[in-house]
């Protein structure tokens, strides 16, 4: 071998070297660094720097020097290197202050003297140029194309590490912001559901949350019954942050919301090629394993899929849809209803033994009418979570309002509670929500309950009888009503009929009702 074979073969085993280098490098700035020294040496010159193209504002950005954090950034049009990156072709400039493209700043920026400069461009895997390669100041004379070729073997390799590397960075930060954002969210709910988050100032549902606190670390199945609104879904939840399946999934399924044929897929899963087209798909048990699942509306099941959410809780594992292995499955089952499943059963609606299974532990949720006394502190509550939510500064209730709250009857319970506080506060023109602010469709104290299902409509006058005298018999009522729910306090029993106090003694004396 003559001696220019043996200084090719050289230099190709060095570059092997430096690519085996590079390869194991995952850090982008330590591979920068790795690349930088070795082609240093490789190439017999005093710096090596590699140009990173950002595309977003077209500038090329380099390391100032080897190890150093300090970032030069620059249009990426300019200079020698900003040639290359345009065009994609290599430069070798042996006199860098007669060539035109030479950009003086640089040297200006960073103090040092280049001589002579040799740039190549840097491709990724689908040819697209992501920067540019740099080596100033050969040792002695100027760079050869030896050297040219030995720079383009370099950076051809160290592009794809480049990309690489950046992209596992890109998914170390993501992750870390999963992670992060996965334990912010988690001691969210965590603080939401626990059992001592429920609201309650009453004996009925301190009740509730102290049976929670109980049954914390047995695994039960638990029906919780009550109107629409009450909260049924509020209590599942707490049951399942408080327990020791905490960490695990709490999968939540309304069983009204979905037709027969689609519910056994959805809660068993599904085998590929069931049907044409199907793809398999595990169900929404086979998801909740090790944790919590939440039937909703269990009382729209149908009779088959009753069967089969029992033989699965019996045998506690499942088959999916067309399938033929048994699949172990540890869930724990909630359930809520606002039907009468005692009734059900009668009417051979509901399975009695899945009845028995799932009402292990009952838990009724009384409608907001039955316990007026929880209303205050929801509502303040509400209006806490309201400002917590905005970034509003803290609003109050006045007493008038907390009244009129308490009084109304509220067929849509907690929930319509908590929409109509929102109400308020978002339309409040003070710090004090008052009665001016109240809805006029409020639900009103002596509204039936919504079983009764009777409209809350005035009574209507007798036949017969004149509209003048109608209006007087509905204009007495109102104002009786008004001083009733203000203690006789005729300044404001006067703002929630509209009129003035001088308006409310005149017609109070017209109808001869006492002050
Ligand atoms: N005691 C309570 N303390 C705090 N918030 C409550 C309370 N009871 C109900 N809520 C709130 O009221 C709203 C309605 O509750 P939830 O969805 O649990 O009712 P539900 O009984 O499941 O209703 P539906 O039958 O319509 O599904 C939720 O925003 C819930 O957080
Ligand atoms: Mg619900």
């Known amino acids: 071998m003559g001696p220019v074979a043996a200084g090719v073969q050289d230099r190709l085993g060095a570059i092997l070297a430096i690519c085996r280098k590079m390869n194991s490098e995952r850090d982008l700035a330590s591979l920068l660094d790795v690349v930088a020294r070795e082609a240093t040496s490789l190439l017999d010159c005093d710096r090596a720097s590699i140009f990173l193209l950002d595309r977003e504002r077209n500038e090329l950005w380099s390391k100032v020097a080897l190890g150093s954090s ?34 003086h ?9 280049t001589r002579n400069v040799l740039a190549v461009a840097m491709r990724n895997q689908r040819g697209e140029i992501i920067g540019a390669f740099e080596a100033l100041n050969k040792n002695s004379g100027d760079f050869t194309p030896r050297d040219e070729e030995s720079l383009e073997a370099l950076a051809s390799h160290a592009a794809i590490s480049i990309e690489t590397a950046q992209l596992i960075g890109e998914l170390r930060r993501s992750q870390n912001e999963l992670v992060e954002q996965n334990a912010h969210l988690f001691r969210e709910v965590e603080n939401r559901y626990a059992a001592h988050g429920i609201i309650a100032s009453g004996p009925r549902l301190e009740q509730v949350a102290r049976l929670i606190e109980r049954i914390r670390d047995s695994l039960v199945n638990v029906l919780v019954t009550g109107e629409s609104g009450t909260g049924k879904e509020m209590v599942a939840k707490a049951i399942h942050y408080a327990s020791s399946r905490a960490r695990k999934r709490f999968v939540a399924l309304n069983c009204a919301a979905l037709p027969d044929t689609l519910l056994e897929s959805e809660l068993f899963g599904i085998e590929k090629g069931v049907a044409t087209g199907v793809t398999s798909r595990i169900g929404h048990f086979e998801t909740a394993d090790g944790g919590t699942l939440f039937l909703d509306e269990i009382g729209d099941l149908s009779l088959t899929a009753q069967a089969k959410i029992l033989r699965v809780l019996q045998e506690r594992t499942l088959e999916r849809v067309g399938g033929r292995t048994p699949i172990p499955v540890d869930v724990r089952l909630l359930a809520a209803t606002n039907k009468d499943l005692d009734a059900e059963i009668a009417r051979g609606h509901f399975r009695e033994d899945l009845y028995y299974r799932i009402k292990v532990i009952h838990i009724h949720m009384p409608p907001l009418r039955e316990v007026p006394e929880e209303i205050p502190l929801l509502a303040r509550h509400f209006l806490k979570e309201y400002c917590r939510e905005t970034g509003c500064p803290p609003m109050e209730l006045s007493q008038a309002v907390i009244r009129r709250l308490s009084a109304a009857s509220w067929p849509g319970n907690v929930r319509q509670l908590r929409n109509e506080v929102m109400r308020l506060a978002a339309c409040a023109s003070g710090p004090v929500i008052g009665e001016q602010d109240l809805w006029e469709g409020l639900p009103s104290p002596s509204a039936p309950p919504p079983a009764a299902a009777a409209p809350a409509a005035p009574r209507s006058p007798a036949t017969g009888q004149s509209l ?42 017209r109808y001869r009702i006492a002050g």
Do not use: H, P, W
Request: with cysteine.
């Open 468 to 509: 003048k005298s109608a209006i007087g018999e509905l204009e007495m009522r109102m104002i009786q009503q008004a001083l009733a729910e203000t203690r006789n306090n005729q300044q404001q029993a006067a703002r929630l009929l509209g009129l003035s106090r001088q308006g409310l003694i005149n017609k109070m004396k």
């Open 105 to 113: 700043a640089i040297d200006g920026q960073t103090g040092y003297r």
């Open 70 to 103: 300090e970032i030069l950034r620059f249009d990426a049009r300019r200079g020698v290197v900003g040639s290359t990156v345009m065009s994609g072709r290599t430069a070798n400039v042996c006199n860098v202050y007669d060539d035109s493209r030479f950009y």
